[in-house]
């Protein structure tokens, strides 16, 4: 059984102050795999202080040095690719196929960073004076457990673009990848200080940086009820703050789709990532119209979905991280049928043979989007099926949600589809695709977040305009 006793603090991998040992799963067996010795408040202390000496001088780097640290970055996760593959399957349970993704985004978050940086205007001349970009201070990062290593990659990647010194939080149901991580920022040998690692309780670690004063920003993935008290402990030292929270997002078939194409989409769009993803698309709305088609569709989707091993090649619905969200999931179900939603594909319980913490992919008809599993994020393979009269109405149950990360539309008409996107009320929509583009600005309205990840937008969320007026042209 493997130990962690490490964070990763002012240049060095030190044994925390905090002593509670936390276990670590494989979600696939249920069976312990080992533990990793948590930080507190003392460590994230220790953690801030390190950023706060190291600010000065980075952020007083151009963008030539800061683009040769985040070279020796990626370069230091890429060597460690198998290494991450191998810790985000057994750790997390994420199938192979979604697996690779999620080893190479860290590194591709750091080119990214680099492109960015190389045509990014710093000092820019605006009426009569200059203006000029500079870092917030030190940035207090919080990632979660459902892509931990390319959470931690692409903010530290930004933040660091931006001249920013940085603690991270990672989750600490992740610590075999956070390990991993650590290990390549320690080899890329950055000045000590500028990046900081602590993994920690959120209660303990996240309170902290979410609170001390000597945090200037804080950038943090989640749910909406933590993003909501990290707003509220940041408001005593006006923290700049970008959450990205929850989602229940709305995939629109319209009426004119091919919906052989449509529907393998749809079910794609909705159990990615094992249905772990605040962007699945976990409504399914459909026009009444062409319902029976579209529930004999969906129903033969959903049962085909391959379930089991995340190291078969096969496999694209893996485990629930963890007991306590395979317990959630079910909840969610047992909820959808007392509601008085159709069963028509999955249920309660586990697929057969299976041991682990997995669920059976579930699709639900005769929603309305009043029930619960219509309006609250599940976090797992379960979709709702809901009918509506026409594109105006499809509209109305779209937005009508406290949240707006993402949302998908299906048509056979593109001219159509892109007229329907810009009604909906959601950060990203995306539109006949499952794309994703890391230039373009990700965030939500309403209580899915404040602030924009990705692109110029991201960069900026760390950056504060200083004007010079009366300076020379």
């Known amino acids: ?11 060095q991998l030190a044994v925390p102050h905090g002593t509670e040992m936390f276990p670590l799963h494989n979600p696939a067996t249920g069976a312990v795999i080992g533990q990793v010795r948590l930080a507190d408040e003392e460590d994230a202390r220790r953690a801030i202080a390190a950023a706060r000496r190291a600010l000065p001088a980075f952020a007083a780097t151009t963008p030539a040095e800061r683009i040769a640290w985040l070279r020796r970055l990626r370069d230091e996760v890429a060597a460690r690719r198998e290494a991450l593959l191998d810790a985000v399957i057994e750790e997390y349970g994420a199938p192979a196929s979604r697996a690779a993704f999620m080893v190479d985004h860290p590194v591709a978050a750091f080119d990214e960073a680099i492109d960015l940086l190389e045509t990014y205007p710093f000092r820019r001349r605006v009426g009569a004076s ?24 692409g903010k530290v990647a930004t933040a660091l673009a931006a001249g920013c010194t940085v603690v991270v939080k990672p989750s600490e149901m992740s610590a ?33 940086i979410s609170r001390h004063p000597d945090v200037a920003k804080i950038s943090f993935t989640g749910s909406t009820a933590v993003g909501k008290a990290i707003l509220q402990a940041g408001a005593a030292t006006l923290k700049r703050v970008t959450l ?36 699945a698309g976990t409504r399914l709305l459909a026009p009444r119209g062409r319902l029976a088609e579209i529930e004999l569709l969906a129903s033969a989707a959903v049962s085909a979905v391959q379930v089991g091993d995340p190291r078969d090649p096969r496999t694209t619905v893996g485990p629930m991280v963890s007991e306590r969200q395979w317990e959630r999931v079910q909840r969610y179900i047992r909820l959808g049928t007392e509601e008085g939603a159709r069963l028509l594909a999955g249920g309660e319980g ?3 043979g299976l041991s682990g913490w997995f669920v059976r992919p579930t699709l639900f008809g005769g929603v309305t989007n009043a029930m619960t599993i219509a309006q609250e994020e599940i976090f797992g393979p379960v979709l709702s099926l809901i009918a509506y009269d026409d594109e105006d109405d499809a509209i109305r149950i779209a937005n009508e949600t406290v949240y707006g990360l993402q949302a998908y539309v299906l048509s056979g008409d593109q001219t159509r589809a892109e007229r329907v996107a810009e009604r909906l009320q959601a950060g990203r ?32 969320a760390y950056l504060e305009p200083k004007s010079l007026i009366g300076t020379r042209p």
């Open 1 to 11: 059984m493997t130990t962690i006793d490490r964070i990763f603090i002012d240049g």
């Open 130 to 153: 200059e203006v000029v970009m500079t870092p917030s201070g030190v940035a207090g990062l919080i990632t979660p457990w459902n892509s931990n290593a390319g959470f931690i990659c």
């Open 176 to 208: 075999t990848q956070t390990q991993v991580i650590m290990e390549a920022f320690h080899a890329a040998a950055l000045p000590p200080g500028v990046v900081n690692i602590v993994t920690g309780r959120g209660e303990t670690v996240g309170a902290e």
């Open 244 to 279: 990205e929270l929850g989602g229940k997002s709305p995939t629109i078939v319209l009426d004119d789709a091919d919906l052989e194409t449509a529907i393998p989409i749809a079910v794609q769009a909705a159990f990615m990532n094992s249905g772990q993803a605040c962007i």
């Open 350 to 352: 586990r697929p057969a």
């Open 429 to 460: 929509v995306l539109v006949n695709t499952l794309a994703h583009d890391p230039k373009a600005p990700f965030g939500g309205f309403k209580q899915s977040g404040l602030g924009r990840e990705y692109g110029t937008f991201g960069l900026e």
